[in-house]
């Protein structure tokens, strides 16, 4: 049986998002499928995700995150202060 490494529980949602990755780039679509205190899974169709970005859950709020696994269109980041 695998492990839970998990340190906060997550929650199961379907939130949509943007996410971006610095200067010259647009805010590309993503949906959010759970969230944590300490991380996100998200969906998303393109191909390219830097290994630290910026998630927008809304404009006065968001968050920068550390991608931690990637498998095809879904993956997963740490949320960081």
């Known amino acids: 049986m695998l492990a839970n490494r998990r340190k906060s529980e997550r929650r199961l949602c379907r939130r949509l998002a943007k ?18 205190d ?9 191909v ?3 290994p630290e970005f910026t998630i927008i859950f809304a404009p006065d709020h968001q968050r ?3 991608l931690r696994w990637r498998i095809g269109c879904e993956f997963g980041a740490e949320l960081i202060v």
């Open 48 to 50: 390219e995700i830097p």
């Open 38 to 46: 300490g991380g996100v899974k998200v969906v998303a169709e393109f």
């Open 64 to 66: 920068k995150c550390r």
């Open 19 to 36: 996410i971006y990755w610095g200067t010259g780039t647009l805010p590309r679509d993503c949906t959010i499928t759970d969230i944590s």
